[in-house]
């Protein structure tokens, strides 16, 4: 039978069915994705972010205002990636408008796609056509104009899928980065399940089926020797606790303990039904989530420095005295406030990483980077974690910055965020870092002293591409620099020494080297043999990272 409205529990209906069909498609809008690179996948991110909003709709009313608070606030704290914060203003624009009413007509529909499209824009700040972006104003105009003729509700959102698939259709013309590649936009593929989903609620129509098998994640990978313990590398004296919700198949899970047990101790595995609580003490925090990430996703993950618990709950405990007007230690009289004015929170993964972000004063690591994008809420709760009523926030990803300056409307904390899009820069922008000073102060000075800093990082094709550098198969080694794939070569050191020969001159002075996880002794002296050798006059410093996917990042000052 076909819907002449759309009430509160028909909402709900679409919003799990699109949630169900992004899931069944994920893989093939992975594959859309233009760089050939192991990224923050469209597909997964949006997939993501839909499963936050269900799990928020689990909790929410029955009635159409609840049902809307369910999907602006769940799609806001789910928020994963550009594409995520992109659909959830989607959502949010939508729901705002439907939540006015007790159930959606043809009309109430185009006004809401319509508010869709303007929140959309809104959260970008330079719009690019032939994206998401597009594809939801021109079916926005599409549902409108069949409105205003009269169309029914399932009138117009017939005329509304029929010009977001043409649309998608149409982003390569306005793109050329896609018609280079021969794809249309992912983040557009994605919105048009969202049509799909609401026809089948609304007219019963048929969702369109996803291939019979689905690609293998391009980025699986062996842990290395040192994660695995092995050549003497011991799991005693281990300095991180990691924990996080993981959703995987309850089959997976013996597997999931065996990987952990070579990756450290004090391992604790709770729950059932697609759903764990896990706990784990090591010294590679990449290593323990990406175990998690080869059978399911974690998520809500948090890392604990172990030899700076004690002082950071006492600081915090100052803290929460402080912002509750209590300036009184307890159990000792003495007034005291916080001792820092401003604390910093920083994504990164990789042992090395951490343990360079937190020498340097950072006061919380959020695990994520590139095929890894942490969700607002998880930045949120690692913002109220830190000792320090305001906050500064490091990305160190260009996926991430748009869910980082979402953080300060679900938080009491004043925040800035320093956009940040590795962590060469990040380390660079902490020189300038000012505990004592407030997080615009900060912000202003952080910002300036990563300012020149020119970044590059060396990772593996995952699939075929074309590029400035010549053409790309799967396998090859690529140097990416600021102006994009800078290097193609066969082996880790070609690519890294050609992305260097591009990106450094006669003004640089020096070179910080983090090693991912994939990097070996040999490649890294060579490299910095080859600086010496053609640039004797820059410095290198190398920093273990054991960061993943990436082998080298690079920054020049």
Known sequence: MTLDSIDAASLRRIVVTFCDALADHREVINNLNVYPVPDGDTGTNMSLTLRSVVEELDTSGDDMASVCGGIAHGSLMGARGNSGVILSQILRGFSGVAAKQTVIDAQLLAEALTSAAKGAYEAVGNPVEGTILTVIRESSKAATDAAAHGADLCGVLEAARTEAAASLERTPTLLAVLADAGVVD???????????????????????????????????????????????????????????????????????????????????????????????????????????????????????????????????????????????????????????????????????????????????????????????????????????????????????????????????????????????EALASLMAYDPHAPASVNAAAMSEAFDGVVTGEVTRAVREATSDAGPICAGDWLGIGPAGISAVGSSMLAAATGLLEAIVDEDHELLTVITGEDADNYTTATIESWVTRNHADVAVEVHHGGQPLYPYYFGLE
């Not at 007007?325 to 920083?346: E, M």
């Not at 160190?396 to 300060?408: G, M, S």
């Open 186 to 424: 992912a983040g557009g593929a994605g919105l048009v399940l969202l049509y799909d989903a609401a026809l089948h609620v609304v007219d019963d129509q048929a969702l369109p089926e996803p291939p019979l098998t689905a690609p293998a994640a391009p980025h699986h990978r062996q842990l290395g020797s040192a994660a695995r313990g092995e050549g003497g590398a011991s799991i005693a004296d281990l300095r991180y606790e990691v924990m996080f919700l993981l959703d995987a198949p309850d089959q997976e899970i013996a597997g999931f303990k065996d990987a952990w047990a070579q990756v450290g101790d004090s391992i604790v595995v709770v729950g059932g039904a697609g759903i764990y609580n896990c706990h784990i003490h090591c010294d590679d925090v990449g290593a323990a989530i990406e175990c998690g990430i080869e059978v399911g996703r974690p998520h809500n993950i948090r890392i604990t420095d172990l030899l700076d618990e004690l002082a950071e709950l006492e600081e915090r405990d100052w803290v929460a005295a402080a912002l509750d007007g209590d300036t009184t230690r307890s159990g000792t009289g003495t007034a005291q406030v916080p001792t820092v004015s401003t604390a910093v929170v920083a994504v990164g993964v990789g042992s090395g990483v951490v343990a360079l972000l937190k020498s340097m004063g950072v006061g919380a690591v959020v695990a994520g980077g590139q095929s890894m994008n942490p969700s607002t809420a998880e930045l949120v709760a690692a913002v109220e974690s830190v000792a320090a009523p305001e906050v500064v926030i490091l990305p160190n990803n260009k996926n991430i910055i748009a869910v980082a300056r979402q953080v300060e409307q679900q938080t009491s904390r004043a925040v800035q965020v320093v956009a940040t899009t590795s962590v060469t």
